[in-house]
């Protein structure tokens, strides 16, 4: 008797149970398929996901690379192209650039008369204009000179300088002025280079 009673009171809360999961809409029996849907619909997502990475790593990769080889490619065209633009630009220079003689004792000459005028703006422009930080060298040579307080002397020995010889480069013709120990007391080196029209100063030593 208190067996069946016991029983009677399981089928109860088990009848309460099922009651109260399907107010919810969920069955017992349902409960149990849906789990294991769940589980296998989240392993397929796995595998899926899974096997897309390797299909963009097989596709990707290469993309990459030719995408990073085409973008090295267009550097070097744009670096070349650069390079070419310069060199035109500086030949124009060169070529349209008329200060200066044509022989080398004639620009000396022109670089003279400007100096004894006091004219330093237009003897700057017997130096040479390429290479622009060997311009800019001399530029700053002759300034520090004026600064210096030495202008008139440098002038002085510029008067008396005298083509001495040629050196290694048959284009550079170097002049000396020479002191009484037979040393150099200032030296100038004029070139003519292979776009110039005229001989420009490329080398001042005082």
Not at 6 to 15: G, P, S, T
Not at 129 to 138: T, V, Y
Not at 156 to 173: L, Q, R, T
């Amino acid at each position: 008797m208190e067996e069946l009673e016991k029983n009677d009171i399981a089928q109860q809360y088990l009848e309460k149970d099922a009651e109260i999961l399907g107010d919810n809409g969920v069955h017992p029996k349902d409960n149990g398929e849906q789990g294991g849907g769940v589980i296998k619909s989240k392993y397929w997502k796995f595998v899926g996901g899974f096997f897309a990475l390797l299909l963009v790593g097989f596709i990707g990769i290469p993309f990459i690379g030719n995408y990073v080889q085409e973008q090295e490619d267009k550097a070097q065209e744009e670096k070349f192209a650069a390079g070419v633009q310069y060199m035109q630009e500086m030949q124009e220079r060169l070529k349209n650039d008329t200060d200066g003689g044509a022989t080398a004792q004639e620009t000396l000459a022109l670089f003279t008369a400007a100096l004894k005028k006091g004219d330093i703006e237009q003897a700057n422009k017997y130096f040479v204009i390429e290479p622009k930080d060997r311009q800019e060298g001399l530029i700053n040579i002759l300034k520090e000179i004026k600064d210096s307080g030495k202008f008139d002397e440098f002038v002085g020995y510029v008067e008396k300088i005298k083509y001495m010889s040629n050196s290694s480069d048959e284009h550079v013709f170097v002049f000396d002025a020479l002191n009484k120990e037979g040393m150099s007391d200032l030296t100038i080196e004029i070139t003519k280079g292979k776009y110039s029209t005229v001989w420009k100063i490329y080398g001042l030593m005082f």
